[in-house]
């Protein structure tokens, strides 16, 4: 009978509850903060993986730019006027979805404008292609179609607060017209980043757009690294880089040109945008687009981690200690329930305290 009643009583003083909810109810918890702060987690892993991270990489239109482009200037190169060179850039883009091709749609609705009858229309990575009657016409960045830009026109240097990106266009092979396009950077974006660098993150900024403009805007940022003119497979090749060297990354973008690199990245930040496939993508979402954000799920990130191991703490030393005690008779069944409900309860209050504290 005795060794009955204290066979009972490991047993049941043993119970694997604490243990069981320490990991999953912290995470439960950490999703639930992070939804109050307007960031939807997808992953549980998440929060783990977030701790490990020493490297941001952020893409730069749609992340610490708003996104909202503006065309600011129709430079003609070649025999065709600026009204043309919108007209065709108009035609080409028609149907695309992305910023660029809403700006040009944009002005040229400003400007009475009309598309152009286009065929044999080809979109690529780097920019889309079509043929006006048996002329070939290329719009996209440099290498796609083709350099020779004009130079700028007084007063139109690219400004650090208001950032330029160019689009080519060609006609019949030859240097058409460039597109100048504006954007801002998020105000809250330079300070987000300077404060990620002071807690030791290393930074780095790429971009489809040209590689001065890159730089420019990275040193505008206080970012030390910065690559532009990258296709979307090239980004992600520029992070397996990273990651060869050591770095455990984290990829920051908002399109459909960042989801390689965000699958390539040991975690993937989507900033909130249209784009269903950079959310598919992402590991957690910013559902504000405020870069600030991330500085928020690092630190829950950390909280959560630490909400797992005091749990795990907390179970090992209840198990360590009530086991050998069961063993030895001092207890009785109906105290090991007890006490088996007071570690559950313990867990439960240490999470509680995570969600009470970032409330």
Not at 97 to 119: M, N, S, V, Y
Request: proline fraction near 6%.
């Amino acid at each position: 009978e005795a060794a009955m009643v204290r066979a009972v009583t490991v047993l049941v003083i043993s119970g694997p509850c604490a243990l069981g909810v320490a990991i999953p109810l912290a995470r439960v918890a950490g999703i639930s903060v992070a939804g109050r702060r307007g960031i939807l987690v997808r992953e549980f892993s998440a929060f783990e993986r977030a701790q490990q991270i020493d490297t941001l990489v952020f893409d730069k239109t749609g992340t610490v730019t708003d996104g909202r482009w503006r065309l600011l200037a129709v430079r003609p190169a070649g025999a065709i006027d600026s009204a043309y060179a919108l007209q065709l850039a108009l035609s080409l883009e028609a149907g695309e979805a992305h910023a660029i091709a809403a700006a040009i749609r944009r002005k040229a609705q400003a400007e009475g404008l009309g598309p152009l009858p286009l065929t044999d229309r080809r979109a690529s990575p780097d920019g889309v292609s079509a043929r006006l009657a048996s002329r070939p016409v290329r719009i996209g960045s440099a290498r796609f179609a083709g350099k020779g830009a004009p130079p700028p026109e007084p007063g139109a240097a690219i400004d650090a607060e208001s950032p330029r990106s160019r689009v080519y266009l060609s006609l019949d092979d030859r240097p058409a017209a460039v597109l100048e396009f504006g954007d801002s950077l998020r105000p809250a974006a330079a300070e987000t980043l300077k404060a990620l660098g002071r807690m030791g993150y290393d930074l780095a900024l790429v971009s489809g757009d040209e590689e001065a403009t890159t730089r420019r805007v990275a040193r505008r940022l206080g970012i030390p690294a910065a690559a532009g003119g990258l296709r979307p497979h090239e980004k992600a090749d520029y992070i397996k880089a990273r990651q060869a060297r050591g770095a455990c990354v984290a990829m920051v973008g908002d399109g459909v040109n960042d989801a390689p690199a965000m699958a390539q990245a040991q975690l993937a930040i989507a900033v909130h945008s249209g784009s269903q496939l950079s959310r598919e993508t992402a590991d957690i979402t910013l559902m504000r687009g405020d870069p600030a954000q991330i500085m928020d799920f690092l630190r829950l990130g950390r909280q959560v981690g630490a909400k797992i191991r005091q749990n795990l703490v907390c179970a090992f030393i209840y198990n360590l200690i009530a086991i050998p005690v069961a063993m030895s008779g001092l207890l009785t069944p109906l105290v090991a329930v007890s006490a088996m409900l007071l570690s559950s309860l313990t867990v439960i209050g240490n999470t509680l305290r995570l969600m009470r504290s970032a409330a």
